[in-house]
Every structure is written in C-alpha cells, then in structure tokens.
C-alpha cells in the first residue's frame, strides 16, 4: 500500500442524525454537540456539511430527522472508530431497542478511504439484501462501506457536499454519481435547515 492510500484510509466518513431531545437539546444541537465528541474520540474533522432535515426512516416511523455528514481523520482503526460513535451516541442518550426507531443521535461510519470491510463478497450480499429483509437483518460484525449508502438520500445528499468525489471501492460511482441516480422526489425531500 502506498502513502497516498495509507492517507486517504485514515478519513473517516460519518453520517449523522437525529429526530429526538437529547441531553444538550433539540436534534441540531445534539449533532452540533457531538462535533466536538467526534473531534476529541475520532480525530480532527476535516469537513461537515450543512444540517438537513429529512423524514423518518423508514417512513411513517417517527418525526422528521436532522442529518449532517463529517469527514474526520483519524488514526483509529475502523472497529475502534466504530466503537468510538457508540460511546458518543450513548453520552447523549442513544439507547438501541428497535432498527430504525427515534434517537437522540445516530452516528454511522460510512466509509473509510477505499477500505472493504469484511470482504467483498460480504459487502456485496449486504448491498443486495431485498428491503424486505432489510428491517430485520443486521450485520453481526462491521461492513464498509455501509451497505445501505447508495439507497439513502439522507446520507447521500450532506455527503456530496463535501466529498462528491469519493468513489465506492466496490461500485466505482461517486457520491455525486449515487445521489444524482436517486428518485428526485427522495432527493426533493432532504432540505436545507
């Protein structure tokens, strides 16, 4: 591995959101908090998009979410980063009982440089998982990057701000390429804050 790859594989990409209070207030303020979290657990944040605000996923579960995007670079590994966002999540309150329900913060590790974690053939089978399994399976160990990512506008939309560039090691579409495909009425509904 050279020196530009050892490089980009220290940025990590986090998805953040919220959609109920926590301990230092209303979702925006709980994000804006953990930034500094990220920063002091992570590394240093290099970019951070702007706050939008998105509806519940799946729809119907619960009130409307703010979501933002950070790189941050660090010299963690992915499994000690990840760990990293949960001990964030939980000082602000984050309790895991139901996929896909309310939280005070959600910190999601969504890439880190071109790493494929565990291999492809596990990234491949999570990315193709039928979305009627999707809110009853969850992976039993760490998958990079997320499997979801190219599904969701609320991830990809703050992503392309600041990183529409990247490229998916496994697809090869960019961030800018993975939101341009979504329907527009998903991408409609993800709004500036």
């Excluded at 996923?57 to 499994?79: C, W």
């Excluded at 701000?161 to 329907?183: D, K, Y």
Aim: aromatic content about 6%; hydrophobic content about 50%; charged content about 20%.
């Amino acid at each position: 591995m050279d020196f530009i790859s050892i490089q980009r594989n220290r940025l990590a990409a986090i998805a953040a959101g919220g959609n109920s209070t926590s301990p230092a207030g209303d979702p925006a303020k709980t994000i804006a908090a953990a930034l500094a979290d990220i920063t002091r657990d992570i590394g240093p944040i290099v970019a951070i998009s702007r706050f939008f605000r998105t509806p519940a996923f799946p729809p119907g579960s619960g009130p409307d979410f703010v979501n933002a995007a950070v790189i941050a670079v660090t010299s963690l590994e992915p499994a000690a980063a990840l760990d990293a966002l949960h001990r964030i999540e939980a000082r602000y309150g984050r309790v895991r009982q139901v996929r896909w329900g309310a939280r005070t913060l959600d910190l999601d590790l969504i890439a880190m440089g071109d790493r494929v974690l565990p291999d492809a053939a596990t990234l491949r089978e999570w990315m193709d998982l039928p979305a009627s399994e999707q809110s009853v399976r969850a992976p039993d160990r760490l998958i990079l990057p997320h499997p979801r990512l190219q599904d969701r506008a609320f991830v990809l939309i703050p992503l392309a701000e600041i990183a529409p560039n990247w490229r998916h090691p496994l697809s090869g579409r960019t961030v800018a390429g993975m939101a341009a495909a979504l329907a527009e009425a998903e991408k409609a509904a993800v709004c500036p804050l």
